[in-house]
């Protein structure tokens, strides 16, 4: 019983954390390969600005949040979305749309990104300092134990406050996407520019505009995915290191190009990170007694340590651009 | 000059093409509110490429083309929808993903307060639509994806509608169908110019017929006239 609660607190809620903060930033990425056909590398720094911004603005008013029950910075997300959509609409404007409007090729973009992604980080890391810091300031992280209602079961359910506001803010952002991608006008029109942008324009759809909502929707998802990584453990001007991997092997895993794809993309990617570090030791130990006895369990037998969780995202990948280019669900090939 | 008395589309000694190289030699073409215009002509003549010139998707060098009186050439296309013009591509006609629905909701995209009316207008005209409503356009076949993309098109309610060869690829049994719609939506009033291969049925339902040839009119007259003149039969229409 206790083993499947350990299973419970490190697989189950852990690579849900991971698999939400990968998806919500796979989203962005697919959006934005989806309306402009290149990949953005500087998206996992928009998700660290967005982070940013909610660090500064609880640093600035950190008893803000106490008067309505909420930590601070969760009270400070939305505002932190708007910041970062503007700051992704003013890094298009300035670096991508004149290279677009020059008709180049999109490994331009892309080596484009590159430079922006220097930028942000060298930007972030004048501001912020190069060390970690807590979101909450002035508030502290609950930490929520439930105990199971079996006999036996000892250990309870951990989850903290912050995992709590990340399933939430998860599923609204999920439902929030879906209704306006499909239900709205603006929705729609994304979805028919991804599809054929000559017929898009002859359609008289503004293709200027659906570019820029690509950007501020793309912008809040990375704020809200940034805030919710930083929430979770702290805040760090290098997060967007261990963002890009995981977020850019969600988006292919799930196909590029397609929003759903991308969410589950975020979560496979999100649980195999954790089933591979995981110490399967810990679920085998009940059965010991009826093993041979030559066989002796190692006391770590994960598959590889928790300093590698990296290569996990990178394995993935390559092995889908090996097997099934297209992703789990028919995308475009990069 | 009151603008009863304007032709819907003039265009004159229309130059143009794609990077420096000019298709169109000096295209002269004029088309009443209430015509059907055909452009016929053998491959590589530019018919398609008027059409395009026309929709603002081909860069004009010289001449002018005015809608009603005002000069269109060279504005980008979703401000010639804004003006009236409806335009449907011979190929990627429809968006495959989006269903249906979806795709003629797009047409509308400039006039949403037309979108429930001109939907029962459009599944009312075709209905094989109304039932597949919910279906993704890219699972329709090709006849039926003609009509998605001609409602599309509508859905903006146009003055002039461009259809490029619309019957290219179908069997006759959708050609004859496409050609009696072409027919219906003229008769509502809107006018129609269309590049098409096949001529001469194309031709006996045109009020004008141009026949192009590298780049330039070879014939202008009406379709009846066209289809009756032996030197067109023999150079254009297949004898």
């Known amino acids: 019983m206790n083993e499947l609660v350990f299973f419970i607190n490190n697989v189950v809620i852990s690579g849900s954390v991971s698999g939400s903060i990968y998806a919500i930033g796979a989203v962005g990425v697919t959006l934005i390969f989806s309306i402009m056909r290149f990949a953005h590398f500087a998206h996992a720094d928009m998700m660290t600005f967005g982070a940013f911004m909610v660090l500064l603005l609880t640093t600035a008013f950190p008893a803000a949040g106490a008067s309505l029950g909420v930590p601070t910075a969760v009270l400070m997300l939305p505002l932190a979305m708007l ?55 002035d508030d502290r992280k609950e930490i929520f134990r439930l105990a199971l209602p079996f006999e036996g079961a000892r250990a309870p359910v951990v989850v903290t406050e912050p995992q709590i506001y990340l399933f939430v803010i998860t599923i609204v952002a999920v439902v929030a996407l879906h209704l306006f991608l499909n239900r709205s006008r603006l929705g729609k029109a994304m979805r ?52 890009l991997l995981p977020i850019f092997a969600a988006a292919i895993v799930g196909g590029v190009g397609h929003p759903y794809g991308a969410i589950a993309g975020g979560f496979v990617v999100g649980f195999a990170e954790t089933l591979a570090v995981f110490n399967w030791n810990v679920l085998l130990r009940p059965f010991s007694d009826s093993l041979p006895a030559w066989l002796e369990l190692p006391s770590n037998l994960a598959f590889v340590g928790t300093e590698y969780k990296i290569v996990v995202p990178f394995f993935i990948l390559v092995a889908i651009l090996v097997w099934r280019p297209t992703g789990l669900f028919k995308g475009k090939v990069i | 000059m009151s603008s009863t008395t304007r032709p819907l589309i003039d265009a004159q000694d229309v130059h143009g093409g794609y990077g420096g190289m000019n298709i169109l030699n000096g295209v002269n073409m004029t088309l009443e509110a209430d015509e059907v215009g055909v452009i016929v002509g053998p491959n590589g003549a530019g018919k398609s490429t008027m059409l395009k010139a026309v929709f603002g998707l081909l860069h004009v060098n010289q001449g002018e083309i005015l809608l009603n009186g005002q000069p269109i050439q060279n504005l980008p296309p979703n401000q010639l929808v804004q003006r009236g013009m409806g335009f449907v591509p011979q190929e990627k006609n429809v968006f495959p993903s989006l269903s249906v629905q979806e795709n003629l909701e797009m047409g509308a995209f400039l006039k949403p307060q037309n979108v429930k009316r001109m939907l029962a207008q459009i599944y009312e005209f075709f209905p094989p639509l109304y039932e597949k409503r919910r279906q993704p356009a890219g699972e329709l076949s090709g006849g039926q994806r003609q009509m998605v993309a001609m409602g599309r098109a509508l859905m903006a309610e146009p003055s002039l509608l461009l259809l490029d060869e619309p019957t290219a690829g179908l069997s006759p049994l959708y050609m004859n169908e496409i050609f009696d719609r072409v027919k219906q939506i003229n008769a509502a009033g809107v006018g129609i110019l269309m590049v098409e291969q096949n001529a001469k049925q194309a031709l006996a339902i045109a009020d004008k017929g141009f026949v192009l040839a590298a780049g330039q009119n070879r014939f202008t007259d009406t379709g009846a006239a066209l289809l009756a003149d032996p030197d067109v039969a023999k150079s254009f229409l297949g004898g």
């Open chain 1, 192 to 243: 028919a520019m991804s599809d054929n942008p000559e017929l898009a324009q002859a359609s008289g759809i503004n293709t200027n505009t659906i570019v820029a909502v690509t950007w501020m929707i793309a912008g809040a998802l990375a704020a809200i995915a940034g805030t919710l990584l930083s929430l979770d453990v702290t805040f760090k001007p290098d997060l967007s290191f261990f963002l």
């Open chain 1, 83 to 137: 910041l970062t959509a503007a700051l992704a609409v003013g890094i298009d404007k300035i670096f991508y749309k004149p290279l677009r409007a020059h008709g180049v090729k999109p490994i331009v973009l892309v080596i484009g990104s590159l430079g922006v992604t220097l930028i942000l980080q060298g930007l972030i890391r004048l501001f912020s300092g190069t060390g970690g810091q807590s979101l909450y300031v």
